[in-house]
């Protein structure tokens, strides 16, 4: 079967391939300077289109993470160029949201305290902040725990309230650095399947950065391989699996166990699905 061909699309999706993107890295060159000089990043090319779902796999220390932090402009760069929704990067921006693999929620205040903090630090106005973490907290599956503290919650739903922080803020973009990396495998497949369900009702484009290749393909629109140090885009693997995703579906259609094939291929490993 030819993975590449053409599969139905909703309007939503049809509709980012004509809008400029979201997020463009232009050959982008990263050093770390130590004892000796280390090339993290070299030539990356990457677009992302409004509203797409993009992840991103590679070995470890192959830069993943420095280029989700180098877009979110959190890390300097020396060479290229990095555009979000067509402005270079040169900082930090309210358009982008980003999530790390570890929750960082404040262990003194409640769920609903820590999810409300960024937006209350941006001074976000009350009467607009209350609906939208009500609205949050149900789509989120955290509704009854408001006012909870994250040791009285599973890793799991304070991953979830980590990344309910994020979207009170309203990002645009949302860049996730393996979210839900440190938990259980039965964990984090719930988990995939409550942020795609997430993504379909909101969607925001996601820059995605996993090891999973099951995930990747579960998840994405499209996903990108990168080579070992120094990083650069080796290959693109469109998903054309349909949307609305459900997992026992997806899992169960012959192209989920060949796009996993291909990418356990181009990453070197045994196409186990795991």
Same mark, same amino acid.
């Given at each position: 079967?030819?993975?590449?061909? +053409? @599969? !139905? ?7 980012? %391939?004509?809008?400029? *993107?979201?997020?463009? #890295?232009? &050959? ?63 900082? +930090? @921006? !309210? ?7 570890? %929750?960082?929620?404040? *262990?003194?205040?409640? #769920?609903? &305290? ?161």
């Amino acid at each position: 079967m030819n993975l590449a061909s +053409p @599969s !139905p699309q909703t309007s939503a999706t049809r509709a980012t %391939s004509t809008a400029a *993107p979201a997020i463009e #890295v232009r &050959q982008v060159l990263k050093t770390f300077a130590g004892k000796q000089l280390v090339k993290a990043l070299e030539e990356v090319d990457l677009t992302v289109a409004p509203r797409e779902f993009v992840s991103i796999l590679g070995p470890s220390g192959c830069g993943k993470s420095t280029l989700l932090r180098i877009v979110a402009g959190l890390t300097p760069y020396q060479g290229g160029q990095v555009l979000v929704n067509q402005r270079v990067v040169k900082g +930090p @921006s !309210p358009e982008i949201g980003v999530v790390f693999q570890s %929750s960082n929620m404040l *262990p003194w205040l409640t #769920v609903a &305290q820590n999810m409300a903090l960024g937006a209350k630090l941006r001074k976000l106005p009350e009467a607009e902040l209350a609906p939208k973490l009500a609205q949050l907290t149900e789509t989120l599956g955290l509704k009854g725990f408001e006012n909870h503290h994250p040791h009285q919650l599973s890793g799991g739903m304070r991953q979830r309230a980590a990344i309910g922080q994020i979207l009170a803020l309203d990002p645009q973009i949302l860049l996730m650095d393996e979210p839900f990396g440190a938990l259980d495998a039965l964990t984090r497949d719930r988990l995939n399947v409550e942020l795609l369900r997430i993504w379909q009702e909101l969607r925001q484009t996601v820059l995605l950065v996993t090891h999973s290749i099951a995930e990747a393909v579960f998840l994405s629109d499209r996903v990108v391989v990168m080579s070992g140090r120094p990083g650069r885009v080796i290959e693109e693997i469109k998903i054309t699996l349909p949307r609305p995703r459900h997992p026992a579906e997806i899992k169960a259609d012959p192209r989920y166990g060949e796009y996993i094939a291909q990418l356990s291929s181009l990453m070197g490993v045994f196409a186990d699905g795991h």
